[in-house]
Nanobody, 125 residues
Framework: QVQLQESGGGLVQAGGSLRLSCAVSGRIFSGYAMGWFRQAPGKEREFVAAIKSRGGNTYYADSVKGRFTISRDNAKNTVYLQMNSLKPEDTSDYYC??????????????????WGQGTQVTVSS
């Protein structure tokens, strides 16, 4: 059974930092890109960041570029999202996702086949 388990969400003041983690089990991890998406109430799920299978290539949404960093530890089957300089508009549920096709890096939800349950991030002003 494939499982993606996010952790690390919470409440933080604007300007603060959080580190999200996503542990993956039940599927091949190292050969596939990993992504982070977020979805606020009443809004569509939006791309945040993605990292290629070996971690060399990363891609970020313009809204988080320079503030968020995605990384992965293939030995631990875990992907991370370090979020710095958080803003109230970053408030959302954050989801990690595992790529559907090996070695490809995608920015659309339909390019990912497995998803976590989400972790809530709230940034107060």
């Amino acid at each position: 059974q494939v499982q993606l388990q996010e952790s690390g969400g919470g409440l933080v003041q604007a300007g603060g930092s959080l580190r999200l983690s996503c542990a993956v089990s039940g599927r091949i991890f190292s050969g596939y890109a990993m992504g982070w998406f977020r979805q606020a109430p009443g809004k569509e799920r939006e791309f945040v960041a993605a990292i290629k299978s070996r971690g060399g290539n990363t891609y970020y949404a313009d809204s988080v570029k320079g503030r968020f960093t995605i990384s992965r530890d293939n030995a631990k089957n875990t992907v991370y999202l370090q979020m710095n300089s958080l803003k109230p508009e970053d408030t959302s549920d954050y989801y990690c996702a595992a790529g559907a096709r090996p070695f490809e890096l995608g920015v659309r939800p339909n390019e990912y086949s497995d998803w976590g349950q989400g972790t809530q991030v709230t940034v107060s002003s």
